[in-house]
C-alpha cells in the first residue's frame, strides 16, 4: 500500500510540474561569451535541484567509501559477537541438559566480555565436578576468580569440599567468602554443614539461631537440626555438670521432650551421676511420646528410689499391656533389687510377645542363677540364632 501511495504522490508531482512548466512564462538565460543559452524557468529549477541530490549522492558515495573499511570490521566484530553468543547458549543449554562434558567444553574455552568469563567458568566448574574432573573444577575456578567472580568461585569451592567431605577445606573457602558477603544466606547453610561436619556445635547452634531468624529453613529441615545440635551440646557438656544442667535449662520445652534430645540429656546426666535428674528427662519425654528406645533406656537408670522407678514402669505396663520393651525394662529393675521372681515372670510375657537375643540372655542369667545350666545354654543357643538371623 505505500509504494501504491508514493507512486501516485510521485505522479501528481510530474503533472504539476508538466503544467507549471507549460504556462509558466519565466525564464534564465545563461551567457558566457561567445555562448549563450537560455532555458525556462522550470527547467533551470529542476536542474539546480538535481545538481544538489546529485552532489548529496556523491557526497555519500565518498563517505562510504573513506568509512568502508571501519564499517567492514564493525560488521566482523558483530558476527563474532553474535557466534561468542551461541557458543554461550549452547554451553548454557549443555549444562541446562546434563551434558556435563559439552558443557565444560564449551564454557571451559569460552572467551567474550569480561562479565561474563567468570559466569561461564563457574558453570564449567559445575559441569567438571559433576564429572569428577578435579583437575579441570580447580582450573576453572581459578579462571572464574581472576575474572572477577570470586564469591562465586568460593562458594562453589566450599560446597565441592564438603562434597568431598573435607569440611577443613570448605571452611577455609567459606571464610573466604564471608569477607565478600557475610551474611550470604547459601554460605551460612554451607557453614552450617561444616561447622556439624567437624564437631563445632556451639558454632552451628548459633549458625541455626540466624538461619531460622531470617527463615532461611523449611520447617523440617530447622526441627531436625535442631534435635542434631542440642543433642551433641549435651553430650559434651556430659564433662561439666554445672554447664550442662544451665544448658538444659535453656532448652525449648517441645525439644527436651523430643525422644532423640531426651536420650543424649539422660545419658549426660547419668554420665555425671544424676541419675535421679535422668529419671525426671525420661518420664516427662514418655509422658509425651511413646519410644521404646527411651524406655530400654529407663531400666539403665540407678536413682536413688528404685521402688518408685518399678512402680512407674508398672504403671506405664497397664497402658502398654503388650510391650516387649517395657517388660524387659521391668525384668532388669527387678533384677537390681534381686526380684528374681518378678523378674523371671516379666522376662517370661516379654519373649512370649517378641523374642529377642536380649531377652534371652537375660533368660540364661537368670537360669544359671538359680542352678539350671542346661536352661541357660538352650537360650544362650537361641540368643546367638536370633542374632545370626539379624
Not at 16 to 32: K, S
Not at 152 to 159: M, T
Amino acid at each position: 500500500m505505500r509504494w501504491l501511495i508514493s507512486l501516485l504522490i510521485v505522479a501528481v508531482l510530474a503533472v504539476a510540474l508538466a503544467m507549471a512548466g507549460r504556462y509558466d512564462p519565466g525564464y534564465v538565460v545563461l551567457v558566457y561569451p561567445p555562448w549563450r543559452m537560455e532555458i525556462s524557468f522550470i527547467g533551470f529549477v529542476l536542474a539546480v535541484v538535481g545538481m544538489v541530490v546529485g552532489g548529496i549522492v556523491l557526497l555519500r558515495l565518498a563517505m562510504l567509501t573513506l568509512n568502508l573499511p571501519s564499517i567492514v570490521r564493525e560488521q566482523r566484530e558483530r558476527r563474532a559477537a553474535r557466534r561468542r553468543d551461541e557458543n554461550f547458549v549452547g554451553g548454557l543449554r549443555a549444562y541446562a541438559e546434563y551434558r556435563y562434558q559439552d558443557a565444560e567444553q564449551s564454557l571451559g574455552q569460552w572467551l567474550g566480555d569480561e562479565a561474563r568469563i567468570g559466569l561461564a567458568r563457574i558453570l564449567a566448574a559445575r559441569a567438571a565436578q559433576e564429572m569428577r574432573a578435579v583437575a579441570q573444577r580447580e582450573r576453572h575456578i581459578q579462571e572464574a576468580t581472576e575474572h572477577g567472580a570470586e564469591l562465586a568461585a568460593q562458594l562453589f569451592e566450599a560446597e565441592a569440599r564438603l562434597d568431598a567431605k573435607d569440611a577443613t577445606a570448605a571452611l577455609v573457602a567459606i571464610n573466604r567468602a564471608k569477607e565478600m558477603a557475610p551474611q550470604h544466606t547459601a554460605l551460612l547453610r554451607l557453614e552450617l554443614k561444616a561447622r556439624q561436619m567437624t564437631g563445632q556445635w556451639d558454632e552451628a547452634e548459633r549458625l541455626l539461631d540466624a538461619l531460622i531468624r531470617s527463615n532461611a529453613l523449611e520447617p523440617g529441615v530447622a526441627a531436625q537440626s535442631r534435635r542434631m545440635v542440642y543433642a551433641e551440646n549435651l553430650k559434651r557438656r556430659a564433662e561439666d555438670d554445672r554447664g550442662l544442667l544451665e544448658y538444659w535449662k535453656k532448652i525449648p520445652a517441645d525439644f527436651k521432650a523430643d525422644p532423640w534430645v531426651a536420650r543424649a540429656g539422660a545419658r549426660a546426666f547419668m554420665q555425671r551421676g544424676g541419675h535421679d535428674t535422668a529419671l525426671d528427662v525420661l518420664e516427662t519425654a514418655l509422658g509425651r511420646e511413646w519410644n521404646e528406645e527411651l524406655v530400654a533406656l529407663y531400666g539403665e537408670v540407678r536413682g536413688s528410689s528404685p521402688t518408685r522407678q518399678i512402680e512407674q514402669a508398672e504403671k506405664w505396663l497397664h497402658a502398654q499391656p503388650r510391650d516387649a520393651q517395657l517388660l524387659l525394662t521391668l525384668t532388669q529393675l527387678c533384677s537390681v533389687q534381686q526380684l528374681w521372681g518378678k523378674a523371671q515372670s516379666y522376662l517370661e510375657a516379654s519373649l512370649a510377645i517378641a523374642a529377642s537375643a536380649e531377652g534371652h540372655i537375660r533368660m540364661a542369667e537368670l537360669k544359671s542363677q538359680s542352678g539350671q545350666p542346661g536352661e541357660a545354654c538352650q537360650h544362650y543357643q537361641k540368643a546367638l540364632a536370633l542374632c545370626r538371623a539379624q
